[in-house]
C-alpha cells in the first residue's frame, strides 16, 4: 500500500507544516508512503526561478531532518519527464469542462490579471504524479479531495479506454493534527505565501526571531487565558502551539496561565525547542551540498525506477512510444 503526500515549495516550511502534517509523516508514516516536494505545483502562480530552486531545496533538506526515511522523499521536477508524458496521456483523457470545474482554479483564477493555463491543468499533473508512482491512498483536505476525484476518473477512464494500467487512488482525510493559525491574525491558518510573515513562524526561522514572532503575537481582548477557539482565537491558537509542542491538551495547558506574557514565554521557548534539532540538522544539510545531492539523487533514480514500467506501458497501450 502505497500513500503520497507532498508539500509545496511556494515558499519556506512553516510550523504550520510541521505540526499539522510533517511532524506526523515523520512519526506515524507506513513503510509504503512516500514525500515529495512538489516544486512544479509552485509554478502555477508568478514565482522566482533562483528561489524555487533554493526553496526546494531547503524543503528537502527539513524533510530529512524532520526525520522522514531519506529513501521514502523525492522532488518533483526530477521526474519532470516521466511527468509530462503522463501528463499529456491524461489530458488526452481529460475533458475541458471537467478540468474547469475544479473549485480551487475558480478561487485561484478569481481576480488575478493574468491566469496561467497551468493553473487550469495542475489538477492533470497532479494526477499524473499519482498515478505514476501507483499509489493507492492520497491524504488529502476537502481542499483537494475533487483532485483526487478527478485522477480516479482519469485512472479508470484510461483504462477502460486503452487497458489496465493505474491502479484506482482513493482520496483519505489526513490523519487529524494541529491546525497552526497566522500568530498575527488568527482568523486565518500559518501560511508560506501570507502577504506579511510577522505571524508565520518559519522552521529554520533563527531562535530570537521566533521568540519576537510568538511575543508579538496577536492576543484577544478578554485578558483571560481559555481555550476557546471561537471566543478566543488568538489565544487558543498559542494554547494549541504550545499543547501539540508539548504533546498535552490545550484545555489543560490553559489552567497553567493567568496572564498572556507567560503564556506567549512559555510558547515560544515550546517552539524553539520543537524546532532546535530540525533547524540544526536542515543547516548541517543545506551546508553540506554532497549529501544533500546524493538523498536527492538517490530519491529520484528509485522514483524513476518506480515509474518506468508504468509509464511505458501507459504509452504503448496509448499508440505512441
Ligand atoms: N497552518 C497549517 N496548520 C496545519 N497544517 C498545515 N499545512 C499547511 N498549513 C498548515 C499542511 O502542510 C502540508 C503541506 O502543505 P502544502 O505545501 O500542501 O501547502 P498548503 O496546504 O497550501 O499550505 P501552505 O503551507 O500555507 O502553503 P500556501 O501558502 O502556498 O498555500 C499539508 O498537509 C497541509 O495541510
Known amino acids: 500500500m502505497t500513500r503520497l503526500s507532498a508539500i509545496t515549495p511556494s515558499d519556506r516550511a512553516h510550523l504550520g507544516n510541521h505540526l499539522g502534517a510533517v511532524r506526523h509523516w515523520a512519526r506515524d508514516g507506513h513503510p509504503g508512503d512516500l514525500y515529495f516536494v512538489s516544486d512544479l505545483h509552485a509554478m502555477t502562480v508568478s514565482y522566482n526561478p533562483a528561489r524555487l530552486r533554493a526553496t526546494t531545496r531547503e524543503l528537502l533538506a527539513v524533510l530529512v531532518a524532520s526525520g522522514i526515511a531519506p529513501d521514502r522523499l523525492f522532488v518533483q521536477s526530477d521526474l519532470i519527464r516521466e511527468l509530462g508524458a503522463l501528463t499529456w496521456l491524461l489530458e488526452c483523457a481529460c475533458a475541458f469542462g471537467e478540468a474547469s470545474r475544479m473549485t480551487q482554479f475558480k478561487q485561484k483564477s478569481d481576480g488575478q490579471a493574468m491566469v496561467r493555463l497551468s493553473l487550469l491543468t495542475y489538477p492533470v499533473l497532479m494526477a499524473a504524479d499519482i498515478l505514476l508512482l501507483g499509489a493507492d491512498e492520497v491524504p488529502v483536505g476537502a481542499d483537494q479531495r475533487q483532485h483526487v476525484e478527478l485522477a480516479r476518473d482519469l485512472a479508470r477512464r484510461f483504462n477502460t479506454t486503452y487497458g489496465e494500467v493505474f491502479a484506482i487512488p482513493r482520496a483519505v482525510m489526513p490523519r487529524t493534527a494541529a491546525r497552526v493559525r497566522d500568530l498575527s491574525d488568527p482568523t486565518r491558518k500559518m501560511s508560506k505565501s501570507a502577504?506579511?510573515?510577522?505571524?508565520?513562524?518559519?522552521?529554520?526561522?533563527?531562535?530570537?526571531?521566533?521568540?519576537?514572532?510568538?511575543?508579538?503575537?496577536?492576543?484577544?481582548?478578554?485578558?483571560?487565558?481559555?481555550?476557546?477557539?471561537?471566543?478566543?482565537?488568538?489565544?487558543?491558537?498559542?494554547?494549541?502551539?504550545?499543547?501539540?509542542?508539548?504533546?498535552?491538551?490545550?484545555?489543560?495547558?490553559?489552567?497553567?496561565?493567568?496572564?498572556?506574557?507567560?503564556?506567549?514565554?512559555?510558547?515560544?521557548?515550546?517552539?524553539?525547542?520543537?524546532?532546535?534539532?530540525?533547524?540544526?540538522?536542515?543547516?548541517?544539510?543545506?551546508?553540506?551540498?554532497a549529501e544533500l545531492d546524493a538523498i536527492r539523487k538517490a530519491g529520484a533514480d528509485r522514483a524513476a525506477d518506480r515509474a518506468a514500467h508504468r509509464l511505458s506501458s501507459a504509452l504503448r497501450l496509448a499508440g505512441v512510444g
Not at 206 to 215: F, G, S, Y
Not at 262 to 286: C, D, F, G, Q
Request: aromatic residues 4%; glycine residues 6%.
Open 195 to 289: 502577504q506579511d510573515s510577522t505571524g508565520t513562524v518559519f522552521v529554520l526561522d533563527d531562535p530570537d526571531l521566533v521568540r519576537r514572532k510568538i511575543r508579538k503575537a496577536k492576543t484577544d481582548a478578554l485578558g483571560r487565558v481559555e481555550h476557546d477557539p471561537a471566543g478566543q482565537p488568538a489565544v487558543s491558537n498559542l494554547l494549541e502551539i504550545l499543547a501539540a509542542c508539548r504533546g498535552t491538551d490545550p484545555r489543560t495547558e490553559a489552567a497553567g496561565f493567568s496572564e498572556y506574557g507567560p503564556l506567549k514565554e512559555a510558547v515560544a521557548e515550546a517552539v524553539v525547542e520543537e524546532l532546535r534539532p530540525i533547524r540544526t540538522r536542515a543547516l548541517e544539510l543545506l551546508s553540506d551540498p
